[in-house]
């Protein structure tokens, strides 16, 4: 079954310090990898992306996101976080295979907290 | 974001009323999807439509229905309203020039109360 894994409901991390939000997915074929971010009351708004290439990709506001075949993880990463980071992050898969290629599968989000 | 629009942004319905939530978009993308969200389950998806003749069931399509009015345009209905359609409604939608690339683009949201 395709499906995608956020295994933390909740991130905390002092500003200024490394950040980790963690994805790990299960597709029948090549993945598409994506990465959201929704601020309160908004909509979700797109980070990053893995299509295919560098197996680290660098999106909006500094984040990165590492691409892990054998692992089939896409952690989200940030070197120094700040308090406007605190947000609610979504991974997103994309099952790039005949059978689903239309489908969209989203994890149940990660809360980030980044305190001062 | 200001190219994809939802209304209403909040709503407050009884059991076995009809709603409609509707979404338009200026970006010209023929693409545009239903989700919602509830907390704990992130977004499921309850339809989408790759074009205005193209009407394709999601995940969890049982209880709703949908309208391609126009390219621009998708709105999604409610026949009968239950208290376990309270959640947050997202529109999206992506562009069918690169296929497979796509990245979404939603809407800020509709959020229902059903009684």
């Known amino acids: 079954a395709q499906s995608v894994a956020q295994p933390e409901d909740q991130v905390n991390v002092a500003e200024g310090n490394p950040l980790t939000v963690k994805c790990t997915y299960s597709v029948s074929g090549n993945p598409y990898l994506f990465w959201y971010v929704q601020y309160p009351n908004r909509g979700l708004q797109f980070l990053l992306k893995y299509i295919t290439g560098d197996n680290l990709v660098k999106g909006s506001y500094g984040f990165e996101a590492e691409f892990n075949k054998s692992q089939t993880s896409f952690h989200l990463k940030k070197p120094s976080a700040l308090v406007s980071d605190s947000a609610l992050y979504f991974c997103?898969?994309?099952?790039?295979?005949?059978?689903?290629?239309?489908?969209?599968?989203f994890g149940s989000g990660t809360k980030l907290n980044v305190k001062p | 974001d200001a190219d994809v629009t939802q209304t209403p942004r909040n709503r407050i319905t009884k059991t076995g009323k009809r709603i409609m939530l509707e979404c338009s978009q200026t970006?010209?993308?023929?693409?545009m999807y239903w989700y919602r969200q509830d907390p704990g389950l992130g977004l499921r998806l309850i339809y989408y439509s790759f074009d205005v003749k193209d009407i394709n069931k999601g995940e969890i399509s049982d209880g709703y229905s949908v309208s391609r009015q126009a390219q621009a345009k998708f709105s999604l209905s409610l026949e009968s309203a239950i208290p376990n359609q309270t959640a947050l409604y997202f529109c999206a939608t992506s562009d069918f020039r690169s296929p497979g690339h796509e990245t979404q683009y939603f809407g800020p949201g509709t959020r229902l109360l059903v009684l």
């Open positions: 997103a898969v994309r099952d790039y295979s005949r059978n689903n290629f239309n489908k969209f599968y």
């Open positions: 970006k010209g993308h023929d693409r």
